[in-house]
């Protein structure tokens, strides 16, 4: 071993062998003299949060800081994702031709790892298709069922800082692995002894480069999807200003925008360069405010209508609207999602294409507001798990039996028809603009719309709170904290007494009143969510793509009129602000 590494006495063995391995001849000079530069500088923190453990798939699939060690994005770890990947497509479709698709987003060395996967690939014999530069991340699930894929993968970290980037891997179905599928692979990477095992030794021939033309296709299916047409019409001229965040929404959004019919859309200049430092935000992050805010200040400008943000993979958007104040002000993932799904159930209803087998999908923390307006309209709400790849599953076990209308969660992620098997900021961006003109074709606001929503069903309010911990020791943390509320969980939250407990973990749901027990029938996940009396809901959630546990907090209540909403919406927030004091977060 390294004499150096024996000089380290918070490194286990286990990671300090990892370390040893990662300086053989098997890797490349870059690699070795990171390594022996981390050794020298004594580095410990960093070299044990680099290889303690392996980058596994989440529920967004691989992802992680760049650099070296096991535990980061490297050239070696998308190798040995893509051979263990290539590996398990050739066990599960035995004497078939294969096809995967490969895209890739705007962050730095997504074009060098998508090359690599490109490389594994077709060293494996497979056929790749690999579109020529980035493209949204929805376009890529698009491709590969339009070329009849055998699976595909996008290198991208979504909204991550700069420094990170990821590995997302799909199956033939154009979604995001589930199980069994997702751990498979995992076991198949895990099988991977050396390095030397992985094929880097690339096939030209193997390989189709791809363009434009999927982008008309793509492009098209959504159009097609278009239900207020007079509408758009008469409001082509809807003032749309457009930031993709200096990532690949530049590609089709505008596109998408104009083939629906908007001549008037607003690109901001200084974000529309692809970049992967992200040089104008601090985070590429359509949640946050300062992602926004060149876009509103250009919109406060142009008297706009609407501001629609991408992230860096444009499969999620934020948006901003003019409220009853006429202020502006930036929606949550939320208020987004009802407003989209509300429309679309409307729109269908007008048009008459309703008749009892339509459903919209959301996950278990995305406001049961969209639940309660799918019931009043007969159209049926699923539930899913944290994660677009269990949406998708669903729509696939629906296929044929029921008809997709929408789907979304709360992270700002939506989906309006079932081309698209992932999360789909274009299509996204493409309907609430139509929603916009709907709105204003009638003489109202999409805030006016929203406000009838809460008239109408209930005055929902959200509100999420994050909190980092990075590292080893972070992640031991998070578990501490899930293990304290599941074993000693509180009584009351805001005053009101919690009377039962979703333990996805177990598949659980226990009445804390009488101790009764009932089967909650999805699949295992380290989730639990509190319901009190009054209707209130907190979820906590360790995130799967990121060192963060997530407590989603909802609240309700009656809106007696329009003209009660900021009144109500202080006893709102004034609530949510007592259950993070109680929660101690």
Known sequence: MNTTLNNFTKIDEATKLKIERWQSSAFDTETRDSIAAMLVEGKEDELIDSFYKDLEFGTGGLRGIMGVGTNRINKYTIGMATQGLSNYLKASFPNEKLKVAIAHDSRNNSDYFAKITAEVFSANGIEVYFFKALRPTPELSFAIRHFGCHSGVVITASHNPKEYNGYKAYWNDGAQMVAPHDKNVIAEVQKISSVSEVKFDRNDSLITIIGEEVDAAYLEQIVALSISKEAIARQHDLKIVFTPIHGTGITVVPQVLQKMGFTNVVVVDEQATPNGNFPTVVYPNPEEADALSMAVAKAKALDADIVMAT?????????????????????????????????????????????????????????????????????????????????????????????????????????????????????????????????????ETIFDMLREIYLKYGFYKEKLISLTKKGKTGAEEIQLLMKNLRTNPPATLAGSRILKMMDYDNHQEKNLIDGTVSTIDLPKENVLQFVTEDGTLISARPSGTEPKIKFYISVNTSLSSVAAFDETELLLDAKIAQIVKDLNV
């Not at 948006?319 to 987004?336: D, R």
């Not at 999602?337 to 309703?354: P, Q």
């Not at 996950?363 to 539930?383: H, P, R």
């Open 311 to 443: 992230d860096p993979d444009a499969d999620r958007v934020g948006i901003a609207v003019k409220n009853h104040h006429n202020e502006w002000q930036l929606l949550n993932g939320n208020q987004t999602g009802v407003l989209l799904l509300n429309y679309m159930i409307e729109a269908w209803k007008a048009a008459g294409k309703l008749d009892g087998k339509q459903y919209v999908v959301k996950t278990i923390v995305t406001s049961y507001l969209i639940d309660k307006i799918a019931e009043a309209n007969g159209v049926k709400c699923y539930n899913t798990l944290t994660g677009f790849k269990y949406i998708a599953a669903k729509i696939k076990a629906l296929e044929g039996i029921e008809k997709f209308i929408a789907g979304g969660e709360e992270s700002y992620g939506y989906l309006v028809g079932d081309a698209v098997r992932d999360k789909d900021a274009v299509a996204a961006c493409a309907f609430i603009a139509e929603l916009a003109a709907y709105t204003k074709d009638k003489g």
